[in-house]
């Protein structure tokens, strides 16, 4: 329809989207899963979808905050052992990739101020622990990813403290050099307080901390620091980590894209050195041009800002804001976009992360239904889809840093096996949906949908691995169709209907006639007949020939 594209124009320039445990018995939200039974229909439907395992960069990846995800040893902080002790639930839900925020040393409860690049946090277990994760992950097919914090390291880091201590002992009057003290190369230090630098204690010395003085910048065109981070590469890939999520790429030479985007390849080409398939996903929380034109780096995938957080296109599209055509045309727009500037792009599509409040909040009434069909359109994309661990439960979480990295929910009870304490300054958080525990005896819950969404998208492959093809008869603001072809699997239609009316739409235009799955949210059922397909109000169907 054309007015909602032109308003889907208007606001994609106006709008900031351019940046914009049950009881204390045993386990409560143990392993389980396979007994839980979803909505009628998905239950027949969905049930024997086999599972195509497909050994490649497009994912379901799950983000997890270890310090709020689970404890295993009692002293309220999320550990390695626990997120071990889960995987059978990250399984059973149809997850096949992990993002594990950082994991290294640090002052901090996030860790994203790194004070050994070779080590794992006390507070999370040991490298043994680690090592152990891994393999248990490996062994199930989940592929692991670590944050690598290359934009800055802690002000405790060694490297800091001994430039510092350089500094603090140089007279005054006398230049500083790296051949007298190597880390005075590794961070970006000098005599005048330019934009972005801090002073540097007991010193008429300033240094790079764009983020916080806590966090000083290092200096990646030092060939010396390159070279520490060729070997922090190297020791995470012995360890057996299959890739690395980049944190702050935009910052690493701020306001620099060129020099961001050539530092990124070296990077890339460095850790594909090391190990060939090294999977690189960066964060540029920028405009959706300025982040698809790091694509040229080479790297695999950058986050798909454009279409997560309160004001992106699947929360705009849920709002009414957008039509169902709007979300469809702009999936195939950005994806020619980035298939543009690179043929190898993986789209890193997520709806929501740890920077951003959770969605339960985005929808003023929701009953679950908009939480539901949000985390549907964000799973129904192109690419390595990422899931941040509490949203397949509707979690809340918004305003400062802590609360949108609030503990786990698997239980009412906070005393519950496993359960954390979350990070020191968090406000109450009071949730707006059940519990995990709560929720998995619950056929309409929230998570049995994701669980439904994820098993479609790993039984029909060519939904993370096609191109988006709207059909543009069927394109409208209420309801739209896509396919999805790749040239290899099998190509599929999917319906969506967004509206709280049933609708029909004639798919004898387009030839997928064939009901092969659907995504729910009452018990009215979806289905066609002579071609003609029922779509009941909030629901989405997969259709092939
Ligand atoms: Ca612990």
Redesign the pocket.
Known sequence: MKHTQNRLRKVLLTIPLVFALASCTKDPAGPSGSAVSVGPQMAQLNANLPAEAVNDHYRNTYEVFLYSYY?????????L??LQQKLDYIQDMGFNSLWLMPVCPSPTYHKYDVTNYMDIDP???TLADFDALIKDCHARGITVITDLVLNHTSVDHPWFKQAHDYLKELPADWGASADYCPYFDYYNFSRDRLNGYEPLADTNWYYEARFWSGMPDLRLDSEAVREEIRKVMEFWLDHGVDGFRLDAVTSFYTGNDAQNIEFLRWLCEAGRQLKQDCYFVAEGWTSQDTYASYYASGIDSMFDFAFADSGGVIANTLKGSFGADDYVYALAKEEQLYKSISASYVNAPFYTNHDMGRSAGYYAGDDGTKTKLAEALNLLMQGNAFTYYGEEIGMKGSGKDENKRAPMYWSEDAGAQGM?TGPADMDEVKMKYDSLQKQQEDPYSIVNYVREALRIRNAFPVIARGNTIPVDDLCEEETAVMCREDGEHTPVCIALNLDEAEHTIDLNQCGYTVLSAVLNTSDAYAEVKDGILKLPAYTIAVLTK
């Open positions: 404890d295993s040893d009692g002293d309220g902080i999320g550990d052992k626990g507070q999370y277990g954390c």
